[in-house]
Each structure stands twice: as structure tokens, then as C-alpha cells.
């Protein structure tokens, strides 16, 4: 069992940053895909970026590609996500998710693990 954390979501200005967290448990996290997805209100949740533990490989929704980042500190088990430039359609609740299996890193469906989310509101 991996219990997931996210913190870090807030109210900022477009154009500016946030960045968020997330803490995971289990003694293999450094080999595990984290990724982040989100869920605007009225709309389906989607993928936003990925991070492959044992390769390193970071996957990207073109919407945020030269804006948003992933990194982790495997000594933490926690993976963060920096957004930047962000913009209002940015508004959504923001999940980060495990996977454990080494599956297609962008498809909700291959996350074991959730965490309960973390709203960031982009204002105008």
C-alpha cells in the first residue's frame, strides 16, 4: 500500500508560480512513475506530466510543456511539480498518482496510487 500526500495548491495570479508537493510512502518509491493529472471543473481528469523512476524519462501534455516541471528527492519520497506562467485555464484540482508497474505513463488507468488533491485556482 502507498499513501500519497499533495500540498502546496493555492490562489495566484496568472502569470505567476506555484509549486506543489507530493510525499509518498513505501521503500521503493525512487523506482516507481509519479505523475500529476488534473480535473477542471466539468471536465475529465488529464494527464499534466510524469516522471519515470528508473529511467528518468519526463512526459509532458503539450499544454504545459516549457511551463511546468517535474522533480523528486528520492531521499524524501516526494516529487514535486513547479508551474509556472500559469494561466486560468490552469484551474483545476491537481493529483499526483503512482505507479508501480512500469506502464504507459500518461493513461490514468495505469496508477495504482492516488493522492486526494490539491486545488490551485489561477485568477485573471
Known amino acids: 500500500q502507498v499513501q500519497l500526500t499533495e500540498s502546496g495548491g493555492g490562489l495566484v495570479q496568472a502569470g505567476g508560480s506555484l509549486r506543489l508537493s507530493c510525499a509518498a510512502s513505501g521503500r521503493t518509491f525512487s523506482t516507481y512513475t509519479m505523475g500529476w493529472f488534473r480535473q477542471a471543473p466539468g471536465k475529465e481528469r488529464e494527464f499534466v506530466l510524469a516522471n519515470r523512476g528508473i529511467s528518468g524519462t519526463t512526459y509532458y501534455a503539450d499544454s504545459v510543456k516549457g511551463r511546468f516541471t517535474i522533480s523528486r528527492d528520492n531521499a524524501k519520497n516526494t516529487v514535486y511539480l513547479q508551474m509556472n506562467s500559469l494561466k486560468p485555464e490552469d484551474t483545476a484540482v491537481y493529483y499526483c498518482?503512482?505507479?508501480?508497474?512500469?506502464?504507459?505513463?500518461?493513461?490514468?488507468?495505469?496508477?495504482?496510487?492516488w493522492g486526494q488533491g490539491t486545488q490551485v485556482t489561477v485568477s485573471s
Open positions: 498518482a503512482a505507479d508501480l508497474n512500469f506502464r504507459l505513463a500518461d493513461r490514468e488507468a495505469n496508477y495504482d496510487y
